[in-house]
């Protein structure tokens, strides 16, 4: 079974530019969720898409990221114009939607942004 | 409020011994999730272990228990006879809710650990 893969692996871009990272989940999992580790810093929640619809964005830093996942498939997340701060790596994760049990993550092997 | 707080940037331990990775957490829910993930140098986040908050036993998978200490809000990663390829960073994660909310995650800022041969 193929895992969560995203692309592209590492991207570096110039403060200002766009970029937009794609991820694949794991097919049959409704759940897919964006987040970033900032360095040093605690894995944060950025939002949580079941099937097509987002269920929570409320981790979303401001209107320069967003997201989408077209049919309830791939997802992606755009960031236009990046900033200096948005530098990271943006991981996203999927899982079954289940509502008890572990309902376990799967993540992908992340997306590293940096912004110069 | 932090709702995952690992306390141990960093962490030594010799290899075949047992270690010990610290986490708390903060929830006012009676159903919740505890999960400790592994992420090695390559970058990829390796789901270990889960315990729910129902769950009267620690949770065990292979060397990896987890110290579910439910008074105390801490659920400690303990992973016996340390190998090289442990080395790696680890999360703590909760899932809280019911519901609509079931599925969200919270993570911990995460502990770096290094076996030393």
């Known amino acids: 079974e193929a895992g969560v893969t995203q692309f592209p692996s590492h991207s570096v871009i110039e403060k200002g530019q766009t970029v937009t990272l794609r991820c694949d989940p794991i097919?049959?999992?409704?759940?897919l969720y964006w987040y970033r580790r900032v360095m040093g810093k605690e894995i944060k929640f950025l939002l949580h898409?079941?099937?097509?619809?987002?269920?929570?964005e409320s981790g979303m830093p401001n209107n320069r990221f967003l997201a989408e996942r077209t049919g309830g498939t791939y997802s992606t997340l755009k960031v236009q114009p990046a900033e200096l701060e948005d530098s990271g790596v943006y991981f996203c994760?999927?899982?079954?939607?289940?509502?008890?049990?572990?309902?376990?993550?799967?993540f992908g092997a992340g997306s590293r942004l940096t912004v110069l | 409020a932090q709702k995952i707080t690992q306390t141990q940037p960093g962490m030594f331990v010799q290899e075949k011994e047992a270690v010990t990775l610290d986490c708390t957490y903060d929830?006012?829910?009676?159903?919740?999730?505890l999960f400790w993930y592994k992420q090695p140098s390559s970058g990829e986040m390796i789901f270990l272990i889960y315990q729910g908050s129902y769950d009267e036993q620690n949770a065990t998978e292979g060397r990896y228990s987890l110290n579910f200490q439910k008074a105390r809000k801490s659920a400690n990663l303990v992973i016996s006879a340390s190998q090289l390829g442990d080395s790696a960073m680890y999360f703590c994660?909760?899932?809280?809710?019911?519901?609509?909310?079931?599925?969200?995650?919270?993570f911990g800022s995460g502990t770096k650990l290094n076996v030393k041969p």
């Open positions: 898409f079941v099937k097509e619809s987002k269920q929570d």
């Open positions: 929830t006012s829910d009676q159903s919740y999730g």
């Open positions: 994660a909760m899932r809280e809710g019911v519901g609509e909310d079931f599925n969200k995650f919270y």
């Open positions: 994760a999927s899982s079954f939607n289940r509502v008890a049990g572990a309902n376990v993550l799967t």
């Open positions: 097919s049959g999992h409704d759940n």
